[in-house]
Protein backbone atom coordinates (compact mmCIF):
# COMPACT_ATOMS: atom_id res chain seq x y z
CA UNK A 1 0.00 0.00 0.00
CA UNK A 2 1.67 3.28 -1.00
CA UNK A 3 1.70 6.18 1.17
CA UNK A 4 0.54 9.53 -0.14
CA UNK A 5 3.46 12.16 0.74
CA UNK A 6 2.07 15.54 1.99
CA UNK A 7 3.69 18.71 1.08
CA UNK A 8 3.16 21.95 2.68
CA UNK A 9 3.62 24.99 0.52
CA UNK A 10 4.80 28.17 2.95
CA UNK A 11 4.54 31.89 1.81
CA UNK A 12 7.61 33.65 1.89
CA UNK A 13 7.49 36.97 3.05
CA UNK A 14 10.24 39.33 3.12
CA UNK A 15 10.12 41.81 6.27
CA UNK A 16 12.56 43.98 7.63
CA UNK A 17 12.31 45.71 11.16
CA UNK A 18 13.11 48.67 11.39
CA UNK A 19 15.72 48.25 13.34
CA UNK A 20 17.52 45.59 11.07
CA UNK A 21 17.05 48.60 8.43
CA UNK A 22 18.79 51.40 11.33
CA UNK A 23 21.38 48.42 11.92
CA UNK A 24 22.46 47.82 8.05
CA UNK A 25 22.37 51.99 7.59
CA UNK A 26 24.88 52.20 10.02
CA UNK A 27 26.83 49.29 9.19
CA UNK A 28 27.30 51.17 5.97
CA UNK A 29 27.83 54.52 6.98
CA UNK A 30 30.51 52.95 8.47
CA UNK A 31 31.97 51.03 5.68
CA UNK A 32 31.98 54.43 3.52
CA UNK A 33 33.32 56.70 6.02
CA UNK A 34 36.49 54.16 6.10
CA UNK A 35 37.01 54.00 2.45
CA UNK A 36 36.45 57.76 2.01
CA UNK A 37 39.29 58.53 5.25
CA UNK A 38 42.43 57.94 2.23
CA UNK A 39 40.55 60.57 -0.31
CA UNK A 40 40.14 62.96 2.49
CA UNK A 41 43.27 62.65 3.98
CA UNK A 42 44.71 63.40 0.53
CA UNK A 43 42.42 66.64 0.73
CA UNK A 44 44.05 67.87 4.07
CA UNK A 45 47.65 67.20 2.61
CA UNK A 46 46.65 69.82 0.07
CA UNK A 47 45.57 72.33 2.61
CA UNK A 48 48.55 72.30 5.16
CA UNK A 49 51.38 75.16 5.19
CA UNK A 50 54.92 73.36 4.89
CA UNK A 51 55.26 73.33 8.15
CA UNK A 52 52.61 71.06 9.12
CA UNK A 53 53.48 68.68 6.32
CA UNK A 54 56.90 68.03 7.89
CA UNK A 55 55.36 67.55 11.63
CA UNK A 56 55.66 64.52 13.41
CA UNK A 57 53.85 62.67 14.19
CA UNK A 58 51.95 63.87 11.37
CA UNK A 59 48.11 64.65 12.02
CA UNK A 60 45.56 63.84 9.92
CA UNK A 61 43.53 67.49 10.24
CA UNK A 62 44.76 70.82 9.28
CA UNK A 63 45.57 73.40 11.87
CA UNK A 64 46.30 76.56 9.81
CA UNK A 65 44.56 75.40 6.12
CA UNK A 66 45.53 77.26 3.51
CA UNK A 67 44.93 77.43 -0.54
CA UNK A 68 48.95 78.67 -1.12
CA UNK A 69 49.89 74.62 -2.42
CA UNK A 70 47.28 75.23 -5.36
CA UNK A 71 48.87 78.48 -6.13
CA UNK A 72 52.42 77.48 -6.40
CA UNK A 73 51.18 74.52 -8.24
CA UNK A 74 50.08 76.13 -10.88
CA UNK A 75 52.93 78.97 -10.05
CA UNK A 76 55.45 76.10 -11.31
CA UNK A 77 53.13 74.94 -14.01
CA UNK A 78 52.82 78.43 -15.98
CA UNK A 79 57.00 78.75 -15.67
CA UNK A 80 57.10 75.34 -18.48
CA UNK A 81 58.41 76.37 -21.56
CA UNK A 82 55.17 74.26 -22.68
CA UNK A 83 52.15 75.86 -21.73
CA UNK A 84 49.90 74.20 -19.24
CA UNK A 85 47.17 74.50 -21.56
CA UNK A 86 49.08 72.11 -23.73
CA UNK A 87 49.60 69.26 -21.54
CA UNK A 88 45.84 69.42 -20.65
CA UNK A 89 44.77 69.12 -23.81
CA UNK A 90 46.76 66.56 -25.17
CA UNK A 91 45.67 64.10 -21.71
CA UNK A 92 41.89 64.94 -22.73
CA UNK A 93 42.39 64.01 -26.20
CA UNK A 94 44.13 60.72 -25.65
CA UNK A 95 41.57 60.22 -22.86
CA UNK A 96 38.65 60.30 -25.24
CA UNK A 97 40.38 58.99 -28.30
CA UNK A 98 41.52 56.00 -26.48
CA UNK A 99 38.33 55.37 -24.23
CA UNK A 100 35.50 55.73 -26.76
CA UNK A 101 38.11 53.67 -29.49
CA UNK A 102 38.60 50.84 -27.07
CA UNK A 103 34.40 50.64 -26.40
CA UNK A 104 33.96 51.00 -29.83
CA UNK A 105 36.68 47.88 -30.36
CA UNK A 106 35.76 45.71 -28.16
CA UNK A 107 32.18 46.01 -28.20
CA UNK A 108 32.25 44.79 -32.01
CA UNK A 109 34.63 42.08 -31.46
CA UNK A 110 33.20 40.76 -28.53
CA UNK A 111 29.83 40.22 -30.22
CA UNK A 112 31.18 38.39 -32.84
CA UNK A 113 33.14 36.37 -30.60
CA UNK A 114 29.50 35.75 -28.63
CA UNK A 115 27.15 35.50 -31.01
CA UNK A 116 28.78 34.94 -34.26
CA UNK A 117 29.44 31.02 -35.53
CA UNK A 118 32.81 31.18 -38.05
CA UNK A 119 36.12 28.96 -37.94
CA UNK A 120 38.31 29.81 -35.18
CA UNK A 121 36.03 31.82 -33.21
CA UNK A 122 36.92 29.86 -29.77
CA UNK A 123 40.97 29.86 -30.36
CA UNK A 124 40.53 33.71 -31.13
CA UNK A 125 39.01 34.13 -27.66
CA UNK A 126 41.53 31.42 -25.77
CA UNK A 127 44.16 34.14 -27.55
CA UNK A 128 42.68 36.98 -26.09
CA UNK A 129 42.27 35.21 -22.43
CA UNK A 130 46.20 34.15 -22.81
CA UNK A 131 47.08 37.94 -23.17
CA UNK A 132 45.36 38.80 -20.21
CA UNK A 133 48.35 36.92 -18.00
CA UNK A 134 50.77 39.17 -19.75
CA UNK A 135 51.34 42.26 -17.77
CA UNK A 136 52.16 45.65 -20.59
CA UNK A 137 55.47 45.87 -19.41
CA UNK A 138 56.53 42.42 -21.11
CA UNK A 139 55.28 43.60 -24.34
CA UNK A 140 56.77 46.89 -24.25
CA UNK A 141 60.15 45.98 -26.15
CA UNK A 142 57.99 44.55 -28.84
CA UNK A 143 55.26 47.25 -28.70
CA UNK A 144 58.04 49.80 -28.89
CA UNK A 145 60.09 47.53 -32.30
CA UNK A 146 56.29 47.46 -33.93
CA UNK A 147 55.38 51.29 -33.26
CA UNK A 148 58.80 52.53 -34.71
CA UNK A 149 58.73 50.40 -37.94
CA UNK A 150 55.03 51.33 -38.68
CA UNK A 151 55.98 55.31 -37.80
CA UNK A 152 54.07 55.68 -34.44
CA UNK A 153 56.78 56.79 -32.09
CA UNK A 154 56.72 60.03 -30.73
CA UNK A 155 52.85 60.42 -32.07
CA UNK A 156 49.61 60.18 -30.35
CA UNK A 157 48.82 57.12 -32.05
CA UNK A 158 51.39 55.47 -29.87
CA UNK A 159 49.46 55.95 -26.83
CA UNK A 160 45.89 55.61 -28.48
CA UNK A 161 46.10 52.46 -30.59
CA UNK A 162 47.46 50.41 -27.12
CA UNK A 163 44.22 51.12 -25.93
CA UNK A 164 42.26 50.79 -28.59
CA UNK A 165 43.58 46.82 -28.27
CA UNK A 166 43.06 46.25 -24.73
CA UNK A 167 41.73 42.67 -24.60
CA UNK A 168 40.15 43.37 -20.73
CA UNK A 169 37.90 45.15 -21.93
CA UNK A 170 36.91 42.80 -24.30
CA UNK A 171 37.07 39.42 -22.39
CA UNK A 172 34.47 41.81 -20.21
CA UNK A 173 32.13 42.66 -22.85
CA UNK A 174 32.08 38.86 -24.69
CA UNK A 175 31.34 37.33 -21.07
CA UNK A 176 28.34 39.80 -20.74
CA UNK A 177 26.76 39.33 -24.17
CA UNK A 178 26.36 35.84 -23.59
CA UNK A 179 24.74 36.03 -20.37
CA UNK A 180 22.59 39.01 -20.95
CA UNK A 181 21.71 38.99 -24.70
CA UNK A 182 19.91 36.10 -25.56
CA UNK A 183 19.86 34.44 -29.20
CA UNK A 184 16.06 34.21 -29.95
CA UNK A 185 15.94 37.83 -29.38
CA UNK A 186 18.79 38.47 -32.10
CA UNK A 187 17.01 35.70 -34.25
CA UNK A 188 13.48 37.43 -34.06
CA UNK A 189 15.15 40.71 -35.05
CA UNK A 190 17.13 38.83 -37.99
CA UNK A 191 13.89 37.57 -38.90
CA UNK A 192 12.04 40.93 -38.87
CA UNK A 193 14.91 42.07 -41.81
CA UNK A 194 17.09 44.27 -39.27
CA UNK A 195 20.99 44.37 -40.22
CA UNK A 196 23.70 42.87 -38.11
CA UNK A 197 25.33 45.99 -37.20
CA UNK A 198 21.34 47.81 -36.56
CA UNK A 199 20.89 44.80 -33.99
CA UNK A 200 24.02 45.34 -32.46
CA UNK A 201 23.54 49.08 -32.31
CA UNK A 202 19.72 48.96 -30.83
CA UNK A 203 19.42 45.88 -28.96
CA UNK A 204 22.61 43.87 -27.99
CA UNK A 205 24.44 47.33 -26.77
CA UNK A 206 21.63 48.26 -24.70
CA UNK A 207 21.23 44.81 -23.19
CA UNK A 208 24.94 45.25 -21.89
CA UNK A 209 24.54 48.94 -20.74
CA UNK A 210 26.74 47.48 -16.89
CA UNK A 211 29.30 46.23 -19.14
CA UNK A 212 30.17 49.11 -21.27
CA UNK A 213 29.50 51.82 -18.85
CA UNK A 214 31.88 50.20 -16.61
CA UNK A 215 34.34 49.47 -19.24
CA UNK A 216 34.23 53.16 -19.72
CA UNK A 217 35.07 54.08 -16.60
CA UNK A 218 37.87 51.54 -16.30
CA UNK A 219 39.35 52.73 -19.74
CA UNK A 220 39.09 56.35 -18.63
CA UNK A 221 40.97 55.99 -15.69
CA UNK A 222 43.96 54.66 -16.84
CA UNK A 223 44.26 56.84 -19.99
CA UNK A 224 43.76 59.77 -17.72
CA UNK A 225 46.44 59.00 -15.26
CA UNK A 226 48.98 57.87 -18.17
CA UNK A 227 52.42 59.47 -16.93
CA UNK A 228 55.56 59.23 -18.65
CA UNK A 229 55.79 57.14 -21.99
CA UNK A 230 58.84 55.27 -23.60
CA UNK A 231 56.91 56.18 -26.84
CA UNK A 232 56.95 59.77 -26.45
CA UNK A 233 59.86 62.11 -26.67
CA UNK A 234 58.41 65.77 -27.58
CA UNK A 235 57.44 67.90 -24.79
CA UNK A 236 54.57 69.09 -26.62
CA UNK A 237 53.07 66.06 -26.83
CA UNK A 238 53.23 65.02 -23.01
CA UNK A 239 50.49 64.55 -20.55
CA UNK A 240 49.37 66.64 -17.80
CA UNK A 241 50.39 63.73 -15.13
CA UNK A 242 53.71 63.66 -16.67
CA UNK A 243 54.12 67.36 -16.20
CA UNK A 244 53.05 67.21 -12.88
CA UNK A 245 55.26 64.77 -11.68
CA UNK A 246 58.38 66.59 -13.28
CA UNK A 247 57.46 70.08 -11.87
CA UNK A 248 56.54 68.47 -7.90
CA UNK A 249 59.82 66.09 -8.01
CA UNK A 250 62.15 68.96 -7.62
CA UNK A 251 62.75 68.97 -4.09
CA UNK A 252 61.13 68.41 -0.67
CA UNK A 253 60.14 72.35 -0.56
CA UNK A 254 57.48 71.48 -3.61
CA UNK A 255 55.85 68.98 -1.24
CA UNK A 256 52.72 71.47 -1.20
CA UNK A 257 52.72 71.57 -4.54
CA UNK A 258 52.92 67.69 -4.71
CA UNK A 259 49.76 66.98 -2.37
CA UNK A 260 47.72 70.01 -4.19
CA UNK A 261 49.09 68.07 -7.76
CA UNK A 262 47.30 64.95 -5.87
CA UNK A 263 43.90 66.13 -5.74
CA UNK A 264 44.10 68.02 -8.63
CA UNK A 265 44.46 64.78 -10.55
CA UNK A 266 41.58 62.80 -7.86
CA UNK A 267 39.23 64.89 -8.88
CA UNK A 268 38.59 64.09 -12.42
CA UNK A 269 37.86 60.56 -12.19
CA UNK A 270 35.99 60.30 -9.09
CA UNK A 271 33.51 62.76 -10.42
CA UNK A 272 33.47 60.93 -13.80
CA UNK A 273 32.53 57.74 -10.92
CA UNK A 274 30.08 59.72 -9.29
CA UNK A 275 27.85 60.84 -12.27
CA UNK A 276 27.96 57.63 -14.00
CA UNK A 277 27.64 55.05 -10.67
CA UNK A 278 23.66 55.54 -10.49
CA UNK A 279 23.41 54.65 -13.90
CA UNK A 280 25.41 51.56 -13.02
CA UNK A 281 24.01 50.05 -10.57
CA UNK A 282 20.33 51.18 -11.99
CA UNK A 283 21.12 48.49 -14.86
CA UNK A 284 23.19 46.11 -13.37
CA UNK A 285 20.37 45.37 -10.88
CA UNK A 286 17.76 45.52 -14.25
CA UNK A 287 20.26 43.02 -16.37
CA UNK A 288 19.42 39.96 -13.84
CA UNK A 289 15.55 40.69 -15.10
CA UNK A 290 14.17 37.75 -16.96
CA UNK A 291 10.34 37.89 -19.09
Not at 213 to 236: C, D, Q, R, V
Not at 249 to 273: E, H, L
Request: glycine letters at 6%; proline letters at 4%.
Amino acid sequence: MSKKLRTRHHKVVLNRSAGGDAGITFLLVILGAFMFLPMLYVIMQSLKPLDELWMFPPRFYVMSPTLGNFGDLFSLMNDSWVPFSRYIFNTVFITACGTFGNLIVASLAAYALAKMKFPGRNFLFQIVVLSLMFHQTVNQLSNFIIMSTLGMVDTYLAIIVPALAGTMGLYLMKQFMESSVADSVLESARLDGASEFRIFLTIAMPMVKPAWLTLLIESFKTLWNTGASIYIHSEELKTFNYAINQVVTAGVQRAGASAAATVVMMIVPITVFVLSQSQIIETMGSSGMKD
